[in-house]
């Protein structure tokens, strides 16, 4: 997993995969204010736009995918944590959808670690990378503005 902020996007590339990296300058470019939520496309890839409430950690599950790369960005609000956990260091894969490319998995027993995530926030999670998203914290439940990208895994190579 790779977190920043899309406004030192620059400052990130010499880390990211070159195609990740042009997906993240489409992001940082694109006008949110314009759109309402809804599918559109970043360098070919499929960028779904929404305006989700976070929940208790319990309602939310750990996920992966096998064949995609996902990029999410907080376009607006505060995900106060998102969960972090290895495919490695996790359980079982306890719910699956392969034709969505959607696995849910058990938690570790030593659970997982918490990224911090707000306005202007990116991740990219690889397959590897399992996460629970829009957790709230202390603060309750909050509104958020979030875009994920879907870049398929072939399409990224690292040199």
């Not at 010499?14 to 309402?36: G, N, R, W």
């Not at 972090?84 to 306890?94: K, L, P, Y």
């Amino acid at each position: 997993m790779i977190t920043g902020d899309i406004k030192h996007l620059e400052d990130y590339k010499k880390q990211l995969p070159t195609f990740i990296y042009e997906c993240l300058k489409e992001v940082a470019a694109f006008d949110f204010t314009a759109v309402p939520d809804g599918k559109y496309k970043i360098n070919g890839c499929d960028m779904g736009v929404e305006s989700p409430v976070t929940e208790p950690a319990a309602d939310r599950k750990l996920e992966g995918h096998k064949k995609m790369i996902d990029i999410q960005y907080e376009v607006e609000g505060e995900e106060e944590w998102l969960g972090v956990e290895t495919i490695f260091e996790a359980g079982e894969c306890i719910e699956s959808y392969p034709e969505r490319d959607l696995y849910f998995y058990e938690s570790s027993p030593k659970g997982e670690s918490k990224v911090y995530f707000e306005t202007g926030r990116f991740a990219v999670f690889f397959p590897e990378d399992l996460h629970r998203p829009l957790c709230q914290g202390e603060s309750g439940s909050r509104q958020l503005r979030k875009a994920v990208v879907k870049v398929p895994v072939e399409w990224v190579s690292v040199k």
